[in-house]
């Protein structure tokens, strides 16, 4: 069973930090790319951070760029979001979501990803 499991969420204050983690089984993980994504109350779901299969490019939006870190660990099939500095802006769900592709880079659009986990809640408080 193709599974993403993600964890790490809860309530921070402003300037706080966490870490998102995305456990993934029952596909190979190192054929593809992993890519984290947010939606706020009211908002679309948008793209965050994204990283290949290969582990040597990412992606972030510009808004949590210098802020937020993308990291992969083959052995552990899992991908962290280190989230630092963080903003009410960045209250949302988080979701990590898998997309085919064994190579250096990572697409951002959403509608390339094939299997997604659950969410989890990120509350950042003023």
């Known amino acids: 069973e193709v599974q993403l499991v993600e964890s790490g969420g809860g309530l921070v204050q402003a300037g706080g930090s966490l870490r998102l983690s995305c456990a993934a089984s029952?596909?190979?993980?190192?054929?593809?790319?992993i890519g984290w994504f947010r939606q706020a109350p009211g908002k679309e779901r948008e793209p965050v951070s994204c990283?290949?299969?290969?582990?040597?490019?990412?992606y972030y939006v510009h808004s949590v760029k210098g802020r937020f870190t993308i990291s992969r660990d083959h052995a552990k099939n899992t991908v962290y979001l280190q989230m630092s500095s963080l903003k009410p802006e960045d209250t949302a769900v988080y979701y990590c979501?898998?997309?085919?592709?064994?190579?250096?880079?990572?697409?951002?659009?959403?509608?390339?990803?094939?299997?997604w986990g659950q969410g989890t809640q990120v509350t950042v408080s003023s």
């Open positions: 979501a898998a997309d085919y592709g064994p190579g250096w880079g990572c697409n951002p659009e959403i509608g390339r990803y094939d299997y």
């Open positions: 029952g596909f190979t993980f190192d054929d593809y790319a």
């Open positions: 990283t290949g299969s290969s582990d040597v490019n990412s």
